[in-house]
């Protein structure tokens, strides 16, 4: 199909050159092609990362680069251990990425398919691609992606802000440090006990919202109820994730009585998912690590919104650079939960920003608008 796209491509610039005496721009086909490059970069995080089930202090990583006619579109995967992909296997991945068929970036649609069909899931690796040639596209465009998408600036919301599971002392000591944001963000998901301890820690600082994530944590539907219920009392507003994936009939039960919406985080993947999950859940946790990037994203939006649900945009522990990739989605979401970057030390990008209110700052740069800071690492870029 290619070369035939190819050969038909040169046919009519050959017509064009015969017709104007041979004084013709050569065929975009000529043009150099996509240069994909990637080097690993570990994450390190500012604080131990703990959540229901295990926690850590690094974030594997890799950091991609696209670049066409001089310019460089900026992408990333983030790896936490629990999604099954790893620095290695990204690199993997992106060693059978072969990019020279495509002549045009602008054939997003058709570089995208063809990179989701090299191998099933590897949806991080997807989306270092997918953000890379996002960033490309908007630059060569020379407009930013959130204006391309034709939503406004002015209406992004707050990101939450996450505090870790912790002892009630730590707890206490971590909400009283944390940035003025509207939505503080917890980790429950263990006994009533423990989860009543953290959140009745945190009201002792703050009446602020609280977004509950129990990342699966509940064994037990009117147990997770019962938390459910008096979560509301405590000024909760939402629940990501009560029970396991693989529990969809009692989540549904839970959703049918909850005071609270109910968000999809571990139930759902890619677009596909989202058909099965309305009458389960209120609403999706959309993140573009685990849905191969912005295009798909773009897509789930549109999907929920079709069924009535809610939208959030999520992320893993990520750079400002897949940060801001996912911000430009953020004016069309209820929520948005996207202090990934804040809570790493080496960030090798500036980008997305947060007013001392939390409110999502979208760089008026073109593309994802993250660039990197001058001392960040690249030089020695391989693949
Ligand atoms: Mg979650």
Same mark, same amino acid.
């Given at each position: ?260 919406? =109910?968000? @999809?985080?571990?139930? /759902?993947?890619?677009?596909? $998912?989202?058909?099965? !999950?309305? &009458?389960?859940?209120?609403?999706? *946790? ?36 897949? =940060?801001? @990739?996912?911000?430009? /989605?953020?004016?069309?979401? $209820?929520?948005?939960? !996207?202090? &990934?970057?804040?809570?790493?030390? *080496? ?37």
């Amino acid at each position: 199909m290619v070369s035939r796209r190819n050969f038909l491509r040169a046919a009519v610039s050959l017509a064009a050159a015969g017709a104007c005496g041979g004084l013709v721009r050569p065929a975009r086909a000529s043009a150099l092609p996509l240069r994909l490059s990637w080097y690993p970069y570990e994450l390190k995080l500012r604080h131990l990362f703990g959540v229901a089930g295990n926690s850590r202090t690094t974030t594997q990583g890799v950091q991609v680069r696209l670049e066409y006619e001089g310019i460089t579109g900026y992408g990333e995967a983030s790896m936490p251990p629990y999604l099954g992909e790893s620095a290695a296997s990204v690199q993997e991945f992106l060693s059978r990425v072969d990019l020279s068929p495509f002549r045009d970036p602008f054939e997003m649609e058709a570089i995208l398919d063809y990179v989701d069909r090299i191998a099933e899931n590897n949806a991080a690796a997807k989306a270092s691609i997918d953000i890379a040639l996002h960033d490309l596209v908007g630059k060569l465009i020379g407009q930013p992606w959130y204006r391309i998408w034709g939503y406004s600036a002015e209406k992004t919301p707050a990101t939450f802000y996450t505090i870790g599971i912790d002892t009630p002392e730590k707890v206490t000591e971590k909400t009283k440090e944390a940035p003025a944001f509207p939505i503080l963000k917890v980790k429950l998901g263990r006994s009533p006990k423990e989860d009543k301890e953290m959140v009745t820690a945190i009201r002792s600082v703050t009446g602020r919202a609280i977004a509950v994530d129990a990342n699966q944590g509940w064994p037990e539907k009117t147990l997770a109820l019962d938390m459910i219920e008096w979560l509301a009392e405590e000024g909760c507003v939402l629940v990501e994730q009560p029970m396991s994936k693989h529990r969809p009939d009692d989540i549904a039960w839970i959703t049918a009585r909850s005071p609270l919406p =109910i968000m @999809a985080d571990e139930s /759902l993947q890619r677009l596909w $998912d989202i058909p099965v !999950l309305s &009458g389960v859940f209120s609403g999706i *946790n959309i993140k573009l690590m685990k849905c191969t990037g912005m295009r798909e994203a773009k897509k789930m939006i549109t999907a929920a919104r079709t069924l009535g649900m809610k939208v959030m945009i999520g992320c893993m522990t990520e750079t400002s650079c897949a =940060i801001s @990739a996912a911000a430009h /989605l953020s004016p069309a979401a $209820d929520w948005a939960d !996207l202090d &990934g970057n804040l809570l790493i030390a *080496n960030d090798p990008f500036d980008g997305a920003g947060v007013s001392e209110t939390g409110k999502l700052l979208l760089p008026d740069r073109p593309g994802i608008g993250a660039v990197p800071k001058p001392d960040a690492p690249g030089e020695h870029a391989v693949g």
